[in-house]
């Protein structure tokens, strides 16, 4: 899957994939609603960008999604 540049992960997830697990909130970071694991870190979907989509992922329900 390829991804536009300025596409959020948040939006890429809920969207493009449809993993409505992960919720959007604020969209600056500060809530922590879309909250995601990349490669074990702990990371904002929201100021993420779509480009890590080729990375492991582990949404708030714990499915890896790739």
Do not use: H, W, Y
Not at 1 to 21: C, F, H, V, W, Y
Not at 28 to 45: E, F, S, T
């Amino acid at each position: 899957m390829e991804a536009i540049p300025a596409t959020r992960l948040s939006d890429l997830l809920r969207k493009e994939i449809q993993l409505t697990g992960t919720k959007v909130s604020c969209r600056i970071g500060r809530c922590g609603a879309c909250a995601i694991l990349i490669d074990g870190k702990l990371a904002n979907a929201c100021m993420t960008s779509g480009l890590l989509v080729s990375r492991r992922l582990r949404d708030i329900s714990s499915q890896a999604i790739f």
